[in-house]
């Protein structure tokens, strides 16, 4: 058999530049690939120092990733239980060490979520390789989180089936994979959603539109949602007082009486849009506000991930993805912040009896990616009169 050429690339926000390397016909049926990387912590820097940093294996029945301790070549190693692959947080899925500077995962086929599908001529096995950094015990986090897709190919010469693959399926391409950083957005959107609105100034009851995105460089998609908003006269999501319109995915300001909030059905994996009234708080002339949303992704290909963005329509919960009986969540939900609620209801903006984090609180998903996002000052003028002028108001002639 004659050495097999592949390539692989590292993406960084932009393509770094391909390596190549050979593969003999190997023993025990496994094949190798290595990446360039360049993370540096200038921007201005991220071209100067290539490393190899992860390499791949693609064995018959299983994936072999080795991972260098100093992971993003910055001369300070990562914590490998801080590594895993896929959304599985069990013991087998996370990486082991190998050596001093070495840590490797090896798993199945079929373990650790790993998806796969078929080409004309292609067996596809894809997973993600995450690096999601803990606080230390004083609240700092010194790495970004990253993504790894990993990616291994296999000639198509049999049907797939539960069992391990025959010897006879030689990988002929090994993984390419990406390590970057994950780009969430919230912006404020023209009425057409073509452009990001350039003032931030409605009138009470216009509608706001807000668009959520995510971007990522490799082609593995992910699906983006809304797990909570809250709006807050000043950037503190904790201040008072506060109104919380979205929780876990509902869209609870879509209940009141009236309301034309609403979810849009989604049209982009990597994009989902919400529509709200403008509104202000009680006894407050300064008509600003700041909105916050916590944003999380996962894997399009993630069955079973509840992540949801609902929105009550004609009586019942809708789902702006198709799939409505993930919404049944939703009325438990409106009742107990409903419940919190203070005087001024139904646009009350209720303080828990104790302090919870207002992002991490009920239903708890599992969520690869996630981050908080703020829009605002957001003023709020005075609705527009749509009929003739009070006699008093009209000018002198």
Known sequence: MEPLCFGVNLLVGLFLSGICAFAFPPTHFSQHASFQTALQSKPSEQQKQQVNTVSVACHPDSLEITIKADMFAVGA?????????????????????????????????????????????????TNLLIYSPEASPNGLIRMDEAVVPIECHYGRSYSLSSSSLMPTWIPFTSTQAAVETLAFNLRLMTNDWMHERSANMFHLGEPISIEASVRVGHHMGLRVFISSCVATLQPDIYSEPKYIFVENGCLLDSQLPGSKAHFL????????????????????????????????????????????????????????????????????????????????DPRAFGKPAEPEPLFRSGLRTNQVWDHEKRVGPVMVLPSLKSGPLPMEELPLV
């Open 77 to 125: 190693p990562v914590n490998r239980e801080e590594l895993r692959l896929g959304v599985d947080h069990s013991d087998s899925c996370r990486a082991a060490a190998s050596s001093e500077d070495e840590y490797r995962i090896v798993v199945g086929l079929v373990d650790c979520g790993t998806k796969h599908w078929m080409t004309e001529d292609s067996l596809v096995y």
């Open 265 to 344: 059905t989604r049209t982009q994996d990597d994009k989902l849009q919400l529509v709200i009234d403008a509104f202000k708080f009680h006894n407050d002339d300064r008509g600003e506000l700041y909105i916050t949303c916590h944003l999380n992704a996962v894997p399009v290909n993630d069955a079973e991930a509840p992540n949801k963005a609902c929105t009550f329509v004609n009586g019942r919960w809708r789902s702006a993805d198709g799939n409505d009986y993930l919404c049944g969540y939703c009325q438990s939900e409106a009742g107990q912040l409903h419940s919190k609620a203070s005087k001024f």
